[in-house]
């Protein structure tokens, strides 16, 4: 009980990653801990994209790039504009984590939901195995973008939601947990 607290205060996002592949069987880890997310209805309406090619990855941070620039919100300008900054942080490895789309009289009814479940139970095997990772919400604008969004390959009616990037830390100094909150508790009893 102890140690899965430890696990979830200790992982932190990782922005700097070493050159180096994780191990296949690292990867399937990851990805059995995303596929046994809950979801709602049990849809499990999610679909993993593994990308391991570091020209495809760059391009995505390259067009990215370009729509981040477009934004109205400045803090996102400004990151695009930074040459050093790399929206899937250099990372060797991504998993975009797509969702079967609603529509008003099919189900699922909650797909982001459901991916968020599966990116944090990714996350935290990922922390399990000393395998670093972030979520990465800003691919947002690529994947608003149809003709990018054709490259997945992604089955009929899938919309990729969320990019996960996983790699050994390149960081050498200890992250501690990011302040909390306060007040964020109420007990109706
Ligand atoms: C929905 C969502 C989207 C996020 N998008 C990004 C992102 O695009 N780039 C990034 O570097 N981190 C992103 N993060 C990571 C957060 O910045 C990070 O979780 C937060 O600052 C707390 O730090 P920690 O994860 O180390 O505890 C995202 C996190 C969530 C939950």
Redesign the pocket.
């Known amino acids: 009980m102890n140690n899965l607290l430890d696990l979830i205060k200790n992982?932190?996002?990782i922005?700097k990653y070493m050159p180096d592949q994780i191990k296949d069987e690292e990867l399937n880890l990851i990805l059995e801990a995303g596929i046994f997310a809950p979801s709602g209805h049990n849809d499990q309406p999610w679909y993993f994209t593994v990308i391991q090619n570091k020209e495809v990855l760059d391009e995505i941070n390259i067009k990215s790039k370009e729509l981040m620039k477009k934004a109205s919100t400045d803090w996102i300008v400004k990151m695009a504009e930074n040459e050093k900054y790399h929206?899937l942080?250099n990372a060797p490895t991504v998993i975009i984590v797509s969702g079967l789309e609603t529509n008003n009289k099919e189900l699922p009814y909650c797909p982001m939901a459901d991916c968020?479940a599966a990116v944090q139970n990714m996350l935290l095997m990922a922390e399990s195995l000393g395998v670093a990772s972030?979520?990465?919400?800003?691919?947002t604008f690529i994947f608003e973008d149809e003709e990018e969004v054709k490259k997945l390959n992604l089955p009929e009616g899938y919309k990729p939601q969320?990019a996960v990037t996983l790699g050994y830390s390149a960081i050498t100094k200890e992250?501690k947990?990011?302040p909390r909150k306060e007040n964020v508790i109420n007990y109706i009893k």
């Open positions: 992982r932190r996002s922005r929206i942080h968020s972030c979520w990465v919400g800003l691919t969320f992250l947990a990011l």
